[in-house]
């Protein structure tokens, strides 16, 4: 059901890669509430993913770039203000990638410089975004500027790995940033940490199976899916939300304040086994 929340309002949408991507989900939602966007992808995800289908569905205009490189973003947010007609009223970063991950590096065996692209892409490349953003005045006042976290940045979860400490970045990137420009402009700043989802970033986390029902059976409400997570979102574009900034809100049925739940407890008593062990009897921690 559509509540026109975002109408006549324009708005950059980045990550979006393929149908189970969380912020293709944000993009049809936004656009069923009537904003105009444009969607953004490096040049390769633009080529080897199915953007268009979505730029067609939405009739929104795809302007590759990376979100890496300010020169990109640059160009973005001054061609993406010429196609929409004026300054933009929110913009979603979701983009994440751990090449650490991929290459199956445990967080005691990382390679440094496949972490500093892990910070660059799913953290420094938020301050970056914004810092283009405020530099060329792109944001309209009470703008609302968001990324995707998860809660693995408060604390650890097995696998996680080096994405961890990116989200820890991106979410203290949200409140410093937020200061400044809700000081200056009234923007507002916010990471939105949501369950565990299938997507394709989410089946790179070790043991992703395993960490999704977890979850589920952890939280009162079960996981959060992307569509809800889209209309929380949505939500967060709006005026309804003017006065929220600076904040990592949960979006994760209730998980965030959990410790033990019947459900969890449940299936842990049916699997009572010990814990892994080398043929020393020594902890394997994984
Ligand atoms: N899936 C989950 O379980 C989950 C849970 C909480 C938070 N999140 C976060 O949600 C966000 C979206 O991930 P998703 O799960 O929808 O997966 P996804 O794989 O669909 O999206 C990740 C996107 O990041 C983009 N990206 C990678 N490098 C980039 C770069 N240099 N410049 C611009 N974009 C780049 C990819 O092309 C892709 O579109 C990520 O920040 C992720 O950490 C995901």
């Known amino acids: 059901m559509a509540y026109g929340l975002l109408k006549g309002k324009k708005g950059i949408i980045f990550g979006a890669l393929n149908d189970a991507s969380i912020a293709w989900k944000v993009a049809e ?6 904003a105009e966007i444009v969607l953004t992808n490096t040049p390769v995800a633009c080529r080897m993913g199915t953007i268009d289908e979505l730029a067609a569905k939405t009739g929104s205009t795809i302007i590759p ?3 890496t490189s300010v020169e990109d973003l640059e160009m973005l947010f001054s061609e993406a203000q010429k196609v929409l007609g004026g300054q933009i ?3 979603l970063h979701s983009c994440a990638m751990s090449a650490n991950m ?3 590096r445990t967080y005691d065996d990382l ?3 496949l972490f500093e692209k892990t910070l660059d892409i799913s953290a420094i490349s938020f301050h970056k975004m914004i810092q283009v953003a405020k530099k060329m005045d792109a944001i309209a006042e009470y703008g609302s500027i ?4 998860y809660v693995a940045s408060h604390r650890t979860f097995f696998g996680y790995n080096d994405m961890a400490d990116a989200k820890s970045l991106l979410e203290s990137i949200a409140r410093s940033f937020g200061y400044i420009y809700g000081r200056e402009k009234n923007v507002r700043i916010n990471t939105v940490s949501q ?3 299938f997507t394709t970033a989410g089946g790179g986390i070790k043991g992703f199976d395993g960490l999704y029902d977890f979850s589920d059976r952890m939280s009162p409400l079960g996981n959060a899916s992307a569509d809800e997570c889209a209309d929380y979102c949505v939500v967060m574009f709006s005026d309804l939300t003017k006065k929220v900034t600076m904040q990592t809100l949960f979006h994760d049925g209730g998980f965030s304040n959990m410790g033990m739940s019947l459900r969890g407890m449940t299936q842990y008593n049916k699997s009572f086994i010990d814990e892994n062990r080398d043929e020393n009897g020594k902890i394997i921690y994984g």
Do not use: I, Q, W
């Open 111 to 113: 390679d440094y410089s």
């Open 89 to 91: 009223d929110f913009v």
């Open 29 to 34: 939602r936004a656009h069923e509430e009537g």
């Open 65 to 67: 770039a990376d979100a």
């Open 195 to 197: 369950s565990p989802t």
């Open 146 to 149: 968001l990324a995707l976290t």
């Open 102 to 104: 991929r290459k199956k």
